[in-house]
């Protein structure tokens, strides 16, 4: 049923959720509000479901995907938990964190989900609607951001249909996403060691607060563990200048703190607000007449760093 042209924006209510449900369940894609950004979601037991998300999203097939699961039991029936990912699960879980893990050999995962690596990215979302549907589908969602590969990420419902437009069965609103930029990844290491793939809304310090010793955070990787470690990725469609004070007379201006521009992540300068307009801000300078963006200077310290990470790769 995947790529209905008619597919539609529906509420994220009891009847949305079933029909969601339904569809993925019948190895259709769904697009699901989550409190980072938009997922693109498909049963992660199939195949077909899988290879339906990338040719959806033109994704590179050695890019891996997140699987999304209802708790900490289900993901214990798809990777190898050790104490070390069931403390951060119980800190983190629900919540904006992705786990990297050895896969279980007899895990019910189709083989494009982990792109051919020994490994899984697991995470627990805490968005309602998102975690409605994967209770109502009863099955592990694979689900990347839904936008075509290397756009930029969507946060609200008409984001997604204007990236994906006839590509998928429906989508939910769920409104605006809450953290606006994705989960931080972290990938436990045999040796006990650990290491951040993607900076997000989970800081590699709170990490370290539960793990100890201190994660060398992965801007780029020769190899691709993990989604969102591409070197250009969330582009907006036209040459992006970073550190900007000011702005040049052909380029859109995004804003922050004390410089002000066409449109700001946070007059205040709160990261925080940042993270959660980066997307919205970035569709909003794509959709500008200036050919060319700017980005004023952000606070490489805090969330500032998954900020930073997504604009240099958006620069790329």
Not at 110 to 132: D, E, I, K, N, S
Request: charged content about 15%; overall charge negative; some cysteine.
């Amino acid at each position: 049923m995947t790529g209905n042209s008619q597919a539609s924006i529906h509420p994220a209510d009891a009847a949305g959720i079933a029909s969601a449900a339904a569809a993925l369940r019948a190895g259709g894609l769904v697009a699901l509000p989550t409190e980072t950004v938009y997922g693109l979601a498909a049963r992660a037991d199939s195949d077909d479901a899988v290879a339906a998300i990338y040719r959806a999203k033109g994704r590179p097939d050695f890019n891996p995907l997140i699987v999304h699961v209802e708790d900490l039991e289900q993901a214990g029936r798809l990777a190898v938990l050790d104490v070390r990912a069931e403390a951060l699960a119980e800190a983190f879980w629900p919540g904006p964190l992705t786990l990297v893990l050895p896969r279980r050999a007899e895990a019910p995962l189709a083989a494009a989900v982990t792109a051919g690596l020994p490994t899984v990215a697991l995470r627990c979302p805490a968005h309602p609607v998102m975690r409605a549907v994967l209770a109502a589908a009863g099955l592990p969602l694979a689900a990347p951001s839904a936008n075509r590969s290397g756009a930029v990420s969507p946060t609200l419902a008409a984001h997604v249909a204007a990236s994906l437009a006839g590509k998928l069965d429906l989508v939910l609103d769920g409104g605006a996403c809450e953290a606006g930029i994705e989960s931080t990844i972290v990938a436990l290491r045999a040796d006990g060691g650990w290491q951040v793939l993607r900076p997000g809304p989970i800081t590699a310090a709170q990490i370290a607060v539960l793990l100890g010793g201190q994660s060398d955070v992965t801007m780029s990787a020769a190899g691709i563990e993990a989604p969102g470690q591409l070197a250009s990725h969330y582009a907006p469609g036209k040459p992006v200048r970073l550190g900007a004070e000011a702005a040049q007379a052909d380029e859109f201006h995004i804003g922050f703190g004390a410089v002000a521009g066409d449109v700001t992540l946070s007059a205040s300068g709160d990261l925080a607000e940042a993270a959660a307009r980066l997307y919205v801000v970035l569709h909003e300078a794509a959709a500008a007449a200036a050919p060319r963006i700017a980005v004023a200077p952000i606070p490489e310290d805090g969330i500032g760093l998954a900020i930073n990470d997504r604009l240099r790769r958006a620069a790329a």
